[in-house]
């Protein structure tokens, strides 16, 4: 499955990793479990990726590699930095508090002053 496209058919909303279990069904965990921003790209995507770093980031080895031209490979990659740059987005300060509120770290009160 292409976690990249998994969408919720009720809702529309992406659908997100819950579960990770063991092949040989020895240990399973649940919960909220971050994926790495580059699950976020579609396969092509990441093979393209995969490909760029095995020719050490040369585009000309990228331009035979896929038969297609510089301008090409650019606007690929271009593209795909671009969906990078928001995965790889800083999260505010506040929704720190707010994960420090949630985690039991600070109280409310103290949330609340550092909101301000």
Known sequence: MDISKAICPE???????QRLTCPQGHI???GHVEVPPLASLTLDEQ?????????????????????????????RLNSIVDKL???LDAPSSNLKILERLEQGEITVKEALARLQ
């Not at 393209?48 to 301008?71: L, N, Q, W």
């Open 28 to 30: 399973a965990m649940e």
């Open 85 to 87: 740059d928001h995965a």
């Open 47 to 75: 093979l393209f990726v995969t490909a760029f770093m095995r020719c050490h980031g040369s585009i000309k080895r990228m331009e035979d590699m896929f038969d297609i031209s510089y301008p090409t490979v650019k606007n």
């Open 11 to 17: 809702c529309l909303a992406p659908m997100r990793v």
